[in-house]
Nanobody
């Protein structure tokens, strides 16, 4: 089971930290990603990380503002979101799978086996 937390309502320029935990997982290594879906839009990739070498990947729209990290002992990841903009308003979903994905696959939604219910982030101007 994948559980997200940390969403909320903030203003432009504020920060939020989302957390994701793979509850009950017993993976040695794992890959985790964040996707988001804004109202009326398709789901899009945000950031991903794999635990083996800590390689991370980010969408161009969030580079320099969002940072993903992982805590292997807790089977979790965190998404630090800074300088938030109204365009960042969306439901944020965490996705996970055991093992280290190829770097080129980290941003593909179809490679993840487990998904959370989503957490809403609202950024007002």
């Amino acid at each position: 089971q994948v559980l997200e937390s940390g969403g909320g309502s903030v203003q432009t320029g504020d920060s939020l930290r989302l957390s994701c935990i793979a509850s009950g997982a017993t993976w040695g290594d794992y890959s985790m990603a964040w996707f988001r879906q804004a109202p009326g839009k398709e789901r899009e990739f945000v950031c991903a990380i794999r635990t083996g070498d800590g390689s991370a990947k980010s969408a161009a729209s969030v580079k320099g503002r969002f940072t993903i990290s992982r805590d292997r002992a807790k089977m979790s990841s965190h998404l630090q979101m800074n300088s938030l903009k109204p365009d960042d308003t969306a439901v944020y979903y965490c996705a996970a799978r055991g093992g280290n994905l190829n770097y080129g696959s980290l941003d593909r939604s179809d490679v993840y086996d487990f998904w959370g219910q989503g957490t809403l982030v609202t950024v007002s101007s």
